[in-house]
Structure formats: structure tokens, C-alpha cells
């Protein structure tokens, strides 16, 4: 159980920390409020209101986060490879150097797609 003191004083300390720097943010900051300040931000784009059926979000826009997220987790995996270089010799140089071939290959297929263009 001592073990996990310092992890449990740790996250009590940055519990304390959230609390009271929201608390402080609310008492101290000014309370100006107004119908700007309520709307919805859209990157200066005036916001739409949807049909009461809903309107369908485009799918691009879902497929670029996903592109996002495959592609960073497949880099993170260069991390512990390059942590221990010296102990994997030539294996772990050939076997990263198909991973990256490999993410290369998957980046390029995206790309001449057209996945990572905007519109």
C-alpha cells in the first residue's frame, strides 16, 4: 500500500488544484455576460439551425479524425523502438523499417485519394 501513497497524494493534490482554480476563476473574474457570449462559436461562420428532423453531419469531417488518430498511434509506436535501438540490433531496424514502408504506403493511399485535402 505504500506504493501507492505518493500516486494518491499526487492526483489530491491535482483534484485541489481544479477545484480551486475553477472557484477562484468564478470569483475573481469579471461577469459581463451577453447574447454574443452564448452563442455558439463556429469560426466566424454564422451558425445554422438544423431541421426539428436533424440534419446529417458530413462524413469527411469524422474521416479526417480517424486519419488523425491511426496515424498517431502508428507514429507512437517509433518511441519505444528508438528507447531501445541498441538492444534490438539489426531485427528491430528491419522490422521498423517495414512499419514505417508500411505507414508510408497507407499515408500515400490516402493521400492520392484525396482523404487529406480540404474542401
Not at 36 to 61: L, N, S, W
Request: charged share 15%; proline share 5%.
Amino acid at each position: 500500500m505504500n506504493a501507492y501513497v505518493p500516486i494518491l497524494v499526487l492526483g489530491a493534490i491535482a483534484v485541489l488544484f481544479a477545484v480551486f482554480s475553477v472557484m477562484v476563476g468564478t470569483m475573481v473574474g469579471p461577469a459581463r455576460y451577453n447574447r454574443a457570449k452564448f452563442d455558439a462559436y463556429e469560426c466566424g461562420i454564422e451558425p445554422t439551425m438544423h431541421a426539428p428532423t436533424g440534419q446529417r453531419f458530413p462524413v469527411k469531417f469524422y474521416l479526417t479524425a480517424m486519419l488523425f488518430i491511426i496515424f498517431d498511434i502508428e507514429i507512437v509506436f517509433l518511441y519505444p523502438w528508438a528507447v531501445h535501438l541498441d538492444v534490438l540490433g539489426a531485427f528491430g531496424l528491419v522490422a521498423m523499417a517495414l512499419f514505417v514502408v508500411n505507414v508510408s504506403v497507407a499515408y500515400i493511399y490516402e493521400w492520392r485519394r484525396g482523404g487529406l485535402g480540404w474542401d
